[in-house]
């Protein structure tokens, strides 16, 4: 297996396949999303190449580039701090994992009204990455 490029902190990036196919990463990208006006040996060099190096494309950026924010929201009401921390835990690496980012609004009481009224604040905040 090739080794990765040196500023992809060990994940393999979309220009490691493309240098190891011999394409442009746009080539790579157009496999990768099904698209068009690929000759089918290099959409088998490319395929090759996304297997030997066990690539896989990164939610996150795929979001940015297409202009999307993955967002998950989170609206949490218990003030226990072993609750609270145990769960935020859970929460951030299960958002890491599928390359969303994790958005947070504490919700300060149990009745209708104020959960209503942090959803409509969590709704209401542009997240900035």
Known sequence: MEKPSRRSGGSVTIQDVARTAGVSAMTVSRVVNGGANVRQSTRDSVLAAIERLNYSPN??????????????????????????????????????????????????GDGPDEQAEAARRFASTPVQG
């Open 59 to 108: 939610s996150a950026a795929r979001s940015l580039a297409a202009g999307e924010a993955a967002q998950i929201g989170l609206l949490y009401a218990n003030p226990s701090m072993a609750y609270l921390s145990n769960f935020l835990i859970g929460a951030l690496e299960g958002a890491r994992k599928v390359g969303c980012h994790l958005v947070l609004e504490p919700c300060e």
